[in-house]
């Protein structure tokens, strides 16, 4: 079976979708290996076509038009044809349409698409976004055999979830983490050192994008809400790590500087995901401020509880649904800088219900988010070859 997944952004690109979409295809691989299965999506560099593992190719393909992460595709149309079945991630601007058209001239090519998000944004670029899924978000769901979607609490309060007639062809297919790789390990003393951290003072901990494409990760938010922590509490009360990317990444470490938190956060970048795991043991509260429904699951929540951690996290469709509060985090008011910051002193003002809540976290990663469980990918594509 060929299998294609359209992606509009994959790693090197720093994001949630990328990272979602390369578990899900290793995944995938290591369940069914007769599968050829290969991952499209817009180039980041030089590099066309670039093997990062023996279980599937990424083809980073030229664009005949790129704007942000829209793109349409070069070379697209061969592809297709060759496909059995392509899986497209939604939301991918320009693509979509051009996957929509694919579809009537090759029906014979199934499409899978995954609903990762609704897309919102302010100005122009907003109304845009409302035109184009007015044009093609319905065309395009009704032309597939088979929607996935990440959480059903998502999907129910989704633009496509509102859609009639797509019940039937919806399935459940949630975001995993990798337990062995994530899992909670001792402070690395030296690593906090080389991070000018202080040793004894609670870090909290924000992992995302800093472009303007993750404006939605609420990273503003996170910084006022410690600046009122550090004026009630303390400068030594909590200290922060921020990890990410981005062109928008001076901006906050100015409003950070201009809040007065120049000496309690850092920010350290982009970080590999093998080193990611040590960064994340070295925090004690890992945060998800998320301003609105951009934010759909949060794999970033995945690695922070398998790394036994407890998490805030914003009460937004989808979200609140990984972690399970009270047990092993809290929900926030999404863009409510006073909630977070008297939950974030709640917490850690109380040693015992920190270590309470970070073994939840763990449990609840092993329990419902391991990706050792099997693939529920190979049966759904499956299910669809079969059909006439």
């Known amino acids: 079976m060929k299998i294609v997944h359209l992606v509009c952004t994959f790693?090197?690109?720093?994001?949630?979708?990328?990272?979602?979409?390369?578990?899900?295809?290793?995944?995938?691989?290591?369940?069914?290996?007769?599968?050829?299965?290969?991952?499209?999506?817009?180039?980041?560099?030089?590099?066309?076509?670039?093997?990062?593992?023996?279980?599937?190719?990424?083809?980073?393909?030229?664009?005949?038009?790129?704007?942000?992460?829209?793109?349409?595709?070069?070379?697209?149309?061969?592809?297709?044809?060759?496909?059995?079945?392509?899986?497209?991630?939604?939301?991918?601007?320009?693509?979509?349409?051009?996957?929509?058209?694919?579809?009537k001239k090759y029906p014979h090519t199934r499409l899978v698409i995954h609903y990762h998000m609704d897309s919102r944004a302010g100005g122009w670029k907003g109304w845009i976004f409302k035109i184009w899924q007015k044009l093609f978000l319905k065309r395009l769901l009704t032309q597939a055999e088979a929607i996935t979607c990440a959480s059903l609490d998502y999907w129910r309060h989704s633009s496509a979830g509102r859609i009639n007639g797509l019940d039937d062809k919806l399935f459940i297919v949630p975001f995993t983490v990798d337990t062995n790789l994530f899992q909670p390990r001792p402070k690395d003393q030296e690593l906090l050192k080389g991070y000018g951290l202080k040793s004894g003072v609670p870090i909290i901990l924000i992992v995302g994008g800093l472009d303007r494409a993750h404006y939605f990760k609420g990273v503003p938010v996170l910084l006022s809400a410690l600046a009122k922590v550090k004026t009630t509490a303390g400068a030594d009360y909590c200290q922060g790590i921020i990890v990410g990317e981005g062109n928008l990444r001076d901006k906050y470490y100015k409003m950070a500087q201009t809040l007065g938190l120049a000496q309690d956060i850092v920010f350290i970048g982009k970080v590999e995901q093998n080193k990611l795991p040590a960064i994340y043991n070295l925090a004690d509260l890992f945060v998800l401020p998320s301003i609105n429904s951009c934010e759909a699951f949060g794999l970033v929540l995945l690695e922070a509880m398998a790394s036994g951690l407890p998490c805030l996290a914003s009460n937004l469709p989808g979200v609140r649904q990984v972690i399970d509060p009270p047990h092993n985090g809290l929900l926030i008011e999404p863009n409510n800088v006073d909630d977070l910051a008297d939950k974030i002193h709640q917490l850690l003002a109380d040693d015992l219900t920190l270590k309470r809540m970070a073994q939840a976290s763990r449990q609840r990663a092993i329990e419902y988010f391991s990706s050792s469980a099997p693939s529920s990918l190979v049966k759904i594509y499956h299910k669809i070859m079969e059909q006439q």
């Open 11 to 103: 790693p090197p690109y720093q994001g949630g979708m990328g990272n979602s979409v390369k578990e899900m295809v290793e995944r995938l691989a290591l369940a069914d290996p007769s599968a050829d299965i290969t991952i499209v999506c817009p180039d980041y560099g030089p590099q066309e076509v670039a093997l990062l593992s023996d279980l599937y190719l990424v083809r980073y393909s030229h664009s005949w038009l790129r704007f942000g992460n829209a793109a349409i595709i070069k070379g697209l149309e061969k592809i297709w044809q060759s496909a059995d079945i392509v899986h497209l991630h939604y939301p991918f601007y320009g693509t979509d349409a051009l996957a929509w058209h694919l579809k």
